[in-house]
């Protein structure tokens, strides 16, 4: 799903490619084993040329932690780019709205 090239931003990470992004999927589910997600898409605006796109939404994770009780919401943006008929992400970006416990 991700083009070749994509970068990925996640809160508090750098900057990810690929083969990054990768890893941290295989660290976050041992980290987070009993997690669940939940896309929700808000608006997908394509370009007149039908090139691209432009996803927005929001996410809901539960079950977060060894212990499956953490949870965490935020919003995301996703760049879609249509190459050889298919389409791939090129950019992926998300943060947290869920306020920092202090």
Known sequence: MLAPGALVIRENEPAMDAAAFQA????DYA???KAT???NTDSIRVADAGEWAVQTG???VGALGLAGDGSDSGRFVTIWTKTGGAWKVTQDTSVSTTPVKK
């Not at 941290?24 to 660290?27: E, G, H, I, P």
């Open 24 to 27: 941290y999927l295989v660290k």
């Open 58 to 60: 929001q996410y809901t």
């Open 37 to 39: 997600v939940d896309w």
């Open 31 to 33: 980290d987070n084993p």
